[in-house]
Nanobody, 126 residues
Framework: QVQLVESGGGLVQPGGSLRLSCAAS????????IGWFRQAPGKEREGVSC????????YYADSVKGRFTISRDSAKNTVYLQMNSLKPEDTAVYYC???????????????????WGQGTLVTVSS
């Protein structure tokens, strides 16, 4: 069974940090580019970061560049998103999924494998 489980979200004050985890089962996560996406109420889904399967290159949306870091632990079949200097506009449900990492269009869902977890809620508020 192919499955993704996101965790690590919570309530944090502006300027704080959180580390999100994306744990995969049923497939080797490091065989795919993996993206982090977020969706806030009333907003369209946004690709925020991506890590490639080929050379491990990383990509970030302009809105999070310099604040977020994506990484992979192959032994744990897990991808992480370290989020620092959090802002209220980062508030959203965060999802991970197989992705396309592109310079032109940013982080997009994969055309070959679409798998989503239930997401993890990040709330940045004072």
């Amino acid at each position: 069974q192919v499955q993704l489980v996101e965790s690590g979200g919570g309530l944090v004050q502006p300027g704080g940090s959180l580390r999100l985890s994306c744990a995969a089962s049923g497939f080797r996560l490091d065989y795919y580019a993996i993206g982090w996406f977020r969706q806030a109420p009333g907003k369209e889904r946004e690709g925020v970061s991506c890590i490639s399967s080929s050379d491990g290159s990383t990509y970030y949306a302009d809105s999070v560049k310099g604040r977020f870091t994506i990484s992979r632990d192959s032994a744990k079949n897990t991808v992480y998103l370290q989020m620092n200097s959090l802002k209220p506009e980062d508030t959203a449900v965060y999802y991970c999924a197989p992705a396309r990492c592109t310079l032109v269009t940013g982080t997009q869902i994969s055309r070959y494998l679409e798998v989503w977890g239930q997401g993890t809620l990040v709330t940045v508020s004072s």
